[in-house]
């Protein structure tokens, strides 16, 4: 059985996010007047591993960049980044902790 966390997320760009998942749920974020899109969850089960998935939309060498936390605490091992070529990116992985 999956254990539940708090994760939360923040996505740093000026392009334009299209799909975000996290353990193959679709997970809306909400974007800030900062370009910054974040969403904070409470009793997201996970087990073991955190996948996730972001497609990001806009003009060519626009960069991003993906922070995510699980009860409080930074989880991510190294800074998970994605620049748009040909007006788009799309980055797929896993983080085990």
């Not at 740093?12 to 299209?18: H, N, P, V």
């Not at 009793?43 to 936390?69: A, R």
């Amino acid at each position: 059985m999956a254990k539940t966390y708090k994760v939360a997320v923040e996505l740093s760009t000026e392009a334009t996010l299209q799909l975000f998942k996290l353990e193959g749920y679709v997970i809306a974020l909400t974007r800030t007047l900062d370009n910054v899109y974040r969403i904070a969850i409470n009793d997201f089960p996970i087990d073991g591993e955190l996948d996730y998935y972001v497609h990001c939309t806009g003009w060519n060498k626009t960069t991003w960049s993906l922070k995510i936390s699980l009860d409080d605490k930074d989880i991510t091992p190294e800074p998970i980044r994605g620049m748009i070529e040909k007006g788009y990116s799309a980055v797929r992985g896993s983080i085990k902790f």
